[in-house]
Structure formats: C-alpha cells, structure tokens
C-alpha cells in the first residue's frame, strides 16, 4: 500500500476535470472522502478563470481565486479562500476513506496551504490522492520522503490505485 498517490497535469484544467470525475465515482461507490476538487469557470472579458474548490463530503464551495485583472501578472490565488477550504476540510478528515487535493502547489511547497491537512490524513492513516504540475514535481517528491507513487492520468488508473469498491489504497 502506497500512502500517496500522485497525478501529473501538463494541460491547464485536465486534472481538475481528471480528479473531480473519480471522486464523483468513488462517492457512487459509497466511498467517504474528505478534500477538494477545484471548479474554473470561464469569464466573459476576461483571459482568466475564477477558480472555486467544491469541498468533498458537504454542501460547499469555495474561491480562491482573486479577479486582478488581464495585465496582472501576479499570483491570483486568494489567500483567505484557500485557508477557509483548509479549514473545511480539515474538520471532516474523521471516518473517511481518502484525502484528495486537487494540487499541491507552491502554498504547499511553502509549508502552507493542505499540506498540514495532509499531514494530518497520513498520521491517521488515510491515503492521499492529489494533482501536481511538473513545476513542483521535485520539492513534493522531497516532502513525501518515498511514500509517494505516481499514477497515470486516466480514470482507470487512478480507480485501480484505489483498489476499486472495498479494497487497495484507499
């Protein structure tokens, strides 16, 4: 048993969509998770998404991104949004059968972000399943110490890591 298991998106939105149908399934399947997939909808005006994290496991969802504007280039994600999703989720890790964070990102690598979440779901031994972008490949294979495996990008894959209904990792 792999106590994280990892997806790499190399197309903007495809592990959001990626990670959003396998919980949708693992749910049909009665399985309790606890964690985030992100939802980017489109803006009329704008070359930006708003991105909003449905919490998995309760009636919510959450932006976290800011609107700055087309000339910004600066880092959009709202603070204050991603701490109250962490929040969220936190509160909800007891009796679930998996954590599943839609990135681990730079606030992760930082030290911030679900990273405590994280923590937290393996001490209590609940497996992880989260997207990555290639950018932060190497710090989060460092922070996962080995404990990390890496999953193709297909449904298939992904359910087969989590053992199908009752079984494997998750």
Known sequence: MTSIGYVIGDRRGAVDALLAHVAAVLQAQGRALAGVVQVNTEIEGTIRCDMDLRILGRDETVRISQRLGNAARGCRLDPGGLAAAVGLVEHSLDGTSLL???????????????????????????????GINRDNLTGFLTYAGGMAQAIDADPDALLAWCGGPGGGNC
């Open 100 to 130: 599943l964070v839609n990135k681990f990102g730079k606030s992760e690598l930082d030290g911030g972000g679900f990273r405590p979440v994280i923590a937290r779901a393996l001490g209590l031994g609940i497996p992880v399943l989260l």
